[in-house]
Antibody, heavy 120, light 110 residues
Framework: QLQLQESGPGLAKPSETLSLTCTVSGGSINTVSYYWGWIRQPPGKGLEWIGNIYYSGSTNYNPSLKSRVTISIDTPKNQFSLKLSSVTAADTAVYYC????????????WGQGTLVTVSS | QSALTQPASVSGSPGQSITISCTGTSSDVGNYNYVSWYQQHPGKVPKLMIYDVSNRPSGVSNRFSGAKSGNTASLIISGLQAEDEAEYYCNSYTTSSTWVFGGGTKLTVL
């Protein structure tokens, strides 16, 4: 059974870069069948799509975050990563990684989420 | 891109049916059948309930169904149960090759 697990620092300082990794277990990330993405949720607020990556390295990003976001993939390690630069308190959120089926809106497997707090 | 529009809250009594709307534009909901719905209980991970407008993943109760008309998608829950009380989010693909969520709807089972 495929599982996703987010990892990374739970605290980031303002103006610095937030870095998270999602490790995929129980299946290969190197597949034509799925996209791998990041979604976040500020405390007490709704879900926000950040972006996704395909096994080939092709990416799509939320226009409101595009200038600060980089998503990369490491197929040998079966991981994909998120970097968000120049963070502010507004970037404090639970960050989820998730799998979406190619050619579908089905985002069926999610990680447990990790809270990242931006504070000095 | 603007968030899809959902009612902030809906409520219903056990056994009743409710509908949650998700209004977008011709650049997202109205242009693709790539609309999904997620259920989220407090402190929990979102769970996929409906995908591609009206498809139900294996294991999701058939009390949950989805539909779309024009720029508005809908999640219908029939035979309301106490366990259905949660936040619900819609999500759609856009003409910019991005995805956008709705603001969320809190369902209260009276």
């Amino acid at each position: 059974q495929l599982q996703l697990q987010e990892s990374g620092p739970g605290l980031a300082k303002p103006s610095e870069t937030l870095s998270l990794t999602c490790t995929v277990s129980g299946g290969s990330i190197n597949t034509v069948s799925y996209y791998w993405g990041w979604i976040r949720q500020p405390p007490g607020k709704g879900l926000e799509w950040i972006g996704n990556i395909y096994y080939s390295g092709s990416t799509n990003y939320n226009p409101s975050l595009k200038s600060r976001v980089t998503i990369s993939i490491d197929t040998p390690k079966n991981q994909f990563s998120l970097k968000l630069s120049s963070v502010t308190a507004a970037d404090t959120a639970v960050y989820y990684c998730a799998r979406r089926t190619m050619g579908s809106s089905s985002r069926d497997v999610w990680g447990q989420g990790t809270l990242v707090t931006v504070s000095s | 891109q603007s968030a899809l529009t959902q009612p902030a809250s809906v409520s219903g009594s056990p056994g009743q049916s409710i509908t949650i709307s998700c209004t977008g534009t011709s650049s997202d909901v109205g242009n693709y059948n790539y609309v999904s719905w997620y259920q989220q209980h407090p402190g929990k991970v979102p769970k996929l309930m409906i995908y591609d407008v009206s498809n139900r993943p294996s294991g999701v109760s058939n009390r949950f169904s989805g539909a779309k008309s024009g720029n508005t998608a809908s999640l219908i829950i029939s035979g309301l149960q106490a366990e259905d009380e949660a936040e619900y989010y819609c999500n759609s693909y856009t003409t910019s090759s991005t995805w956008v969520f709705g603001g969320g709807t809190k369902l209260t089972v009276l």
